[in-house]
């Protein structure tokens, strides 16, 4: 029997009831760090040894030193041998990422000229090296590896590694690698888990040490990049999906219904909610998931995700409802009723937004273009979504003269006058110290 349900949204209680649930989401903990830690330090001594021990212990993988990377040559190998149609899939949504990515960049360069003559131009400068992890446990993130390389290929980061669990299905493999090549990655450490994270931070006999760690993983994946980010740059603790859908009687229920089981089928600890202030509309809806979940096993990933939280939430007012979903922060948000529109400006903390009738948030997933390696666990309220600003430096070159320098002691010699810093003010002209 479904044990789905409305929940009431009480006024006054949105952002008690949003730490609840993202306590409860809260997939880190103490006895976690130390089982990482010591996974940590294992590949940090023993390197490739503990790769291929790790592999075999955690992902049932025999693997030997030379199976541990695939080079380029290997990734052009299995673009021949994947099928044509989801090659022609990978770089259509390859081409997408692109075009944003690149009008992204684009807007990062500019010049700023000042009336006593100082230009300020901003200029961009790619990262040396990244390392992209990419999921692979449940399910292949194909998709998550085109979203990692194609930014950083557009970067122009010099040497770009993606580490993904080992795959002991041959097909898997070959479409992991077609996906890594058509995304620009030039090597694939097989490696998942803390202990990939920990190679890409300190290196091993195989892979060179990078000077970013980015992408979505489990919460070995999660802690590990917790635990490293004061050795490695890290992008942000991307763990379970999280997706808040907002609708009305004006939706399309049954695309709100199928996206919010794309989204719970991920893992059984995801955070997907529905929040509506229309009450005969959640009762529908809890009915609609209802006949999709009947047949499904009591154990299932998608029931057990579903059951955890009670799907469908019904609030007294749409401020109300608001203030939750921005105390919430979560990864992606649906509007799911062009009615709705107006709520976008309300809207402060979400890693994506999606916006339309029967646009489901599976379309920022596979087609749309927008990066779907967002941030969850409430960094959403400070982090934007992973994009081509990961994979550079935005640097400011000063340009300017004697004649801006005078103009400067001019106009702001005082502050460093009153900062009591002397040689300061003496060099921006300023002899009255």
């Known amino acids: ?123 961009v400068r790619p990262l040396d090296s990244v390392g992209c992890y990419a999921p692979g446990g449940r399910a292949v993130y194909l998709s998550t590896i085109v979203m990692m390389g194609v930014p950083a290929s557009i970067a122009g980061v010099k040497s770009r590694t993606l580490a993904t669990p080992p795959q002991l299905d041959k097909e898997r493999r070959r479409e992991v690698l077609a996906a890594a090549y058509v995304a620009g990655f030039d090597r694939v450490l097989w490696s998942g888990g803390a202990q990939a994270i920990a190679a890409l931070t300190y290196g091993t006999q195989s892979v060179e040490p990078v000077r970013k760690v980015v992408g979505p993983g489990n919460r070995y994946v999660v802690a590990a990049k917790l635990l490293l980010q004061t050795e490695t740059t890290i992008d942000f603790a991307a763990g379970p999906t999280e997706l808040v859908v907002l609708f009305d009687s004006a939706a399309d229920l049954d695309s709100v219904a199928l996206d919010i089981m794309a989204q719970a089928e991920h893992s059984p600890d995801t955070l997907v909610l529905a929040v509506t202030t229309d009450r005969s509309a959640s009762y529908e809806l809890v009915e609609r998931l209802q006949e999709l979940t009947v047949s499904l096993p009591e154990d299932s990933v998608v029931r057990v995700s579903l059951e955890r939280t009670g799907p469908v939430m019904i609030s007294e007012s749409w401020r109300s409802a608001m203030k939750f979903v921005n105390a919430l922060s979560p990864e992606h948000v649906s509007i799911a009723s062009n009615r709705l529109r107006p709520l976008i400006s309300d809207l402060v903390n979400a890693g994506v937004i999606t916006m339309g009738r029967g646009m489901v948030s599976v379309a920022v997933d596979y087609f749309a273009g927008a990066s779907h390696v967002l941030p969850t666990g409430g960094w959403a309220s400070s982090r934007s979504t992973l994009s081509v600003l990961d994979f550079v430096r935005v640097v400011n070159v000063v340009v300017g003269s004697e004649r801006v320098v005078r103009r400067a002691g001019e106009l702001v010699g005082a502050l460093p006058v009153a900062e009591g810093l002397e040689f300061h003010a003496v060099a921006l002209g300023r002899r009255d110290t």
């Open 1 to 123: 029997m479904s044990r789905l349900r409305v929940v009431e949204l009480k006024a006054g209680k949105e952002e008690v009831l949003a730490r609840e649930l993202r306590r409860a989401s809260q997939s880190v903990d103490g006895e976690l760090l130390e089982r990482v830690r010591s996974i940590v330090e294992d590949v940090r001594s023993r390197g490739d040894d503990a790769l291929i021990d790790l592999a075999s212990r955690y992902d049932r993988v025999q693997l030997t030193p030379s199976e541990l990377v695939s080079n380029r040559e290997e990734m052009e190998g299995a673009v021949e041998e994947v099928d044509g149609e989801l090659l022609r899939a990978l770089r259509a949504l390859s081409r997408r990422v692109a075009k944003l990515e690149r009008e992204r960049l684009r807007r990062l360069t500019f010049s700023v000229k000042y009336s006593e003559g100082t230009v300020i131009r901003s200029e």
